[in-house]
């Protein structure tokens, strides 16, 4: 089993849709959790951090599900500005590295 | 301020040259480490250094692979004898300390003809 699975898509919208992204991740030592975002051909930069008790920011909703090792990132009102790979991503049980899944291809179109 | 910087951007070798990745980390993070990506693939850890902490190399694919940081700041990544399953963009990041938020370079592109 993969360290971080995600469902890659890619996930077509129109501008104004809501879009739902799942993570699984193996290992239950894992302490924190991100969502991050890659543009094409460009780093990858921190969209947010994932809490047990969920957070929103702005038109994002991130939620954290320990016991099923789940985690999820809702995008409420999606923009053209949107499209774009998100990558989930959890620390490794020495709590140094990023362990990242592959990533969700989301487009969105006009 | 100025964010995490990497050199070459791009680099071209033949298959069995050396290659020497340059990263400068943000100024103040004690933090570096270094990921490559692979075509279609996800970021794969390749090795963390913590201040003067000896460094976790776990995630280096072979022993011709290796890294340094010298005073606590930039940090070399190093190919030897290079192979086309090597062609990747290798990414570094740095932050304040473990655990806290990383932030990337723009990467290296290696391509190993």
């Known amino acids: 089993r993969k360290e971080v699975e995600q469902d890659p898509g890619p996930f077509n919208v129109p501008e104004g849709a809501t879009v739902a992204f799942n993570c699984t991740y193996s290992?239950?030592?894992?302490?924190?959790f991100f969502w991050y975002r890659q543009d094409c051909r460009k780093e990858p930069k921190l969209l947010m951090s994932?809490?047990?008790s969920g957070n929103e920011d702005g038109r994002f909703t991130a939620q954290l599900n320990r016991a099923s090792q789940y985690i999820s990132l809702l995008i409420r009102d999606s923009k053209l500005s949107d499209s774009a790979t998100y990558l989930c991503?959890?620390?490794?049980?020495?709590?140094?590295?990023?362990?990242f899944g592959k990533g969700t291809t989301l487009s969105v179109s006009s | 301020g100025a964010g995490v910087s990497q050199s070459p951007s791009n680099k071209v070798t033949e298959k069995g040259k050396d290659v020497e990745l340059r990263c400068d980390p943000i100024?103040?993070?004690?933090?570096l480490y270094w990921y490559r990506q692979s075509l279609g693939q996800g970021l794969e850890f390749l090795i963390y250094?913590?201040?003067?902490?000896?460094?976790?190399k776990s995630g280096l694919p072979s022993d011709r692979f290796s890294a340094e940081r010298t005073g606590g700041s930039v940090s070399t990544l190093t190919i030897q004898r290079t192979q086309q399953e090597d062609s990747a963009v290798y990414l570094c990041?740095?932050?304040?300390?473990?655990?806290?938020?990383?932030?990337f370079g723009p990467g290296t592109r290696l391509t190993v003809t």
């Open positions: 250094f913590q201040g003067n902490s000896a460094p976790d």
């Open positions: 290992n239950s030592a894992s302490q924190s």
């Open positions: 990041a740095s932050s304040v300390d473990r655990a806290y938020e990383q932030y």
């Open positions: 100024s103040g993070h004690t933090a």
């Open positions: 994932v809490y047990s």
């Open positions: 991503v959890v620390t490794s049980q020495a709590g140094t590295a990023l362990i």
